[in-house]
């Protein structure tokens, strides 16, 4: 899987997590000059799209499903950074998002 099919794969399990009823929003990364250079590369998801994406986490299960397809990711070799605290999880979708 290329990173441009990798990151379709992933927005579409975004969606799926939105017709969940999961609240979904999205902030856009301010990358640094030299992040940009170090890591625009060709088999890299290019700045321009670069992104956070905050899951909310308000219901008894909605943390389980979110788990379920960042567990699925990686399963199909899809790796990005993730962090959680005030009842949101986050996924960024930035440098940090690659495939093996």
Not at 16 to 37: A, W
Not at 39 to 62: A, V
Not at 70 to 79: A, K, P, Q
């Amino acid at each position: 899987m290329n990173i441009s099919e990798a990151y379709d794969f992933l927005m579409k399990k975004v969606d799926e997590l939105k017709e969940q009823g999961i609240e979904i929003s999205f902030r856009d990364s301010v990358p640094t000059p030299d992040t940009i250079e170090k890591y625009n590369k060709l088999n890299r998801l290019p700045s321009t799209e670069w992104k956070t994406i905050s899951l909310g986490i308000q219901r008894e299960g909605d943390l389980g499903k979110v788990r379920e397809i960042e567990h699925l990711c990686s399963m199909v070799g899809i790796y990005f950074d993730t962090g959680y605290g005030c009842g949101q999880r986050e996924w960024e979708i930035d440098w940090s998002f690659r495939t093996s």
